[in-house]
């Protein structure tokens, strides 16, 4: 595995939102010791339950119009929109939208309107916010995530979690463009004429140009101060465009790569300035596909937004996992990041053990901040989820009185504690899986699991089924691994109820309808699939051993094309590779007699599940 030793920059400001970092710059107080020790029970206060339950985050929903009039804020817990006048301080418009769109990212177009992704809606939906009126709903994927407007043919690209880029006009009638670029898309923005795309779970950068040819596929590096302080790529949470420096910049995290105990404080061991096996990072990529990355973001604990400056030399990072004083917090930084030496190459990475200097530049901001934004002074403004506040300077708008505060949501996307800035959806973004092949120490490598669908259903839980239920997992993992304290028994309720409300993504029609019908029937016959990959998750819930070196959980299938690598270990890179070498044989189903073709099928029909 590669060991970087440079430090390389993109030539900006860093503005981080950090929850922890032992510095005499940042506005932080280092932990006593009894604060290293974890507390019996965390305090997460009184078991609230929302109504309308909140979905896991994502960040980046919020937007400020070309005239900077306006700031229009997506709302994926309440599933509205709001328009804010950022002169007057004051919502103008406040938009409805259906049960369980859950709006996210937004776009401007030339002639003003605004157009957002319905992330569960399957649609993009259409405002006028000078007027405060919906103007159009289209549908385009089951799951778009990413969208980019291009003045050039005056049209919307929308990127899609299933790999689709869909190309429609920015308003109106007229032809549709399917590309298919592969799975797990994230962002898409428009550079020169050419496009660029994001995956969420590696952070992979794609490039293609105006008729969809494949330019380039730029992947994050592992970077490290050592052999034994490797930091492996994942989790790309937002790209964003630098136009002036024809750069696009990733915020993702980084994954420890390794081994990780599996005792008290676990989790913890890492990067002195983060204290955690995951950390944020940045990283730009150039139109020829040259890669800068910077060091650690000290304490970003789920960077799920960042914004850059007009003049491209300030950008701002939110962090909806800080942590301080038992609730959730963000503290605004400042702080220069490293330039690559003059005529040198920029390709490259830092040393993860590194900090990006910082000195603090804002008071605490109360609760969870999950988007930013420069005015056209190039002053910030946050967007905060509960209370549903937008932040301009030193006012607060306010964009509901709704609450939708759940001890759930809350467990699941907080920092665990001050000795260990890490939550649950570090490792488990969006209520998924990272994407990540971890190895601990003792068990060797594993692969994170997704906990999409309804989890509660699938235990006992971890691969080696060690994990009776949730109660059991939570005692291991948060409160020993992760340092956060015992959780009540009302709190892992809580958790759990919240847990089984995050949903599957959604099935994918088949490419091939026929294939995947034959597919179907070796899945259901011969090939013995069915004996154990049951129900509405398809799995049995057994621990068994599949030929493949000992017993494991029969894993669950429901969404499984989304979640590469596969077995136990990360062995498979692809659903074909399964039925390959590492698959474990004839134990694991029967496909040895199988022919190329019916495998094929066989793989066809699994990517619907």
Known sequence: MPVSRGVVGFGFLVLVAAGACNSSNYDYDPPSQEQR?????????????????????????????????????????????????LAAKKVLHDLALQ?????????EDGAGRVHVALRRGGAIVTIDPVGGKLLARRPVCAAPRGIAWEADGDRLHVACAQGELHTIPAFGDGPERVLTIGDDLRDVVVQDKNLVLSRFRSGAVVAIDHDGNKLSETHLQPVGSSP?????????????????????????????????????????????????????????????????????????????????????????????????????????????????????????????????????????????????????????????????????????????????????????????????????????????????????????????????????????????????????????????????????????????????????????APTDAAAAARGKVLYEGEAECASCHVGHLLTNRQTVDVGTGAPFQVPVLAGIRFRAPYMHDGCAKTLLDRFGACGGGDAHGKTSQLSKAQVADLVAYLETL
């Open 37 to 85: 020790i974890p507390t019996a029970q965390r305090d997460f206060g009184p078991i609230v339950k929302a109504t309308h339950t909140p979905p896991p985050i994502s960040g980046g929903t919020l937007l400020l119009t070309a005239d900077g009039a306006r700031a229009v804020a997506s709302d994926p817990d309440r599933d509205r929109v709001y328009v804010v006048d």
């Open 228 to 508: 034994a302080a490797i930091f492996d790529p994942a989790v790309a949470w937002r790209m964003r465009a630098m136009p002036k420096q024809k750069r696009v910049v990733v915020l993702h995290q980084r994954g420890g790569a390794t081994p990780v105990s599996t005792g008290a404080g676990g989790y913890s061991s890492g990067s002195p300035c983060g204290g955690s096996i995951v950390h944020g990072a940045m990283a730009s990529v150039g139109p020829a596909g040259d890669l800068a990355q910077t060091p650690q973001i000290p304490g970003a604990v789920l960077p799920v937004d960042f914004a850059i400056s007009s003049d491209e030399s300030k950008v701002a990072v939110v962090s909806a996992g800080s942590w301080k004083g038992g609730d959730p917090r963000v503290v605004l930084f400042a702080g220069k990041v490293v330039m690559p030496p003059s005529g040198g190459s920029s390709t490259g990475a830092a040393k993860p053990l590194d900090c990006l200097t910082i000195e603090p530049i804002r008071a605490h901001l109360t609760g969870q901040a999950i988007a930013v934004a420069f005015d056209k002074k190039d002053e910030l403004i946050v967007q905060m989820r509960e209370p549903a506040q937008l932040v301009i300077g030193t006012s607060t708008v306010s964009l509901s009185s709704e609450s939708v505060e759940d001890t759930g949501h809350t467990i699941f996307h907080v920092a665990a504690s001050v000795m260990s800035p890490i939550a649950c959806a570090s490792c488990h973004p969006e209520g998924g899986d990272d994407g990540r092949t971890w190895v601990f120490k003792g068990l060797g490598r594993r692969r994170t699991q997704t906990l999409r669908g309804g989890i509660t259903q699938t235990a006992p839980f971890h691969w080696s089924g060690d994990e009776k239920d949730i109660g059991a997992l939570m005692n291991d993992v948060f409160a020993k691994r992760m340092q956060g304290g015992t959780l009540s028994a009302p709190q892992v309720a809580a958790l759990a109820g919240w847990l089984d409300t995050v949903p599957a993504l959604p099935k994918i």
């Open 99 to 107: 049960r369980d769109d859950e709006p996210g990212r937004l776009i």
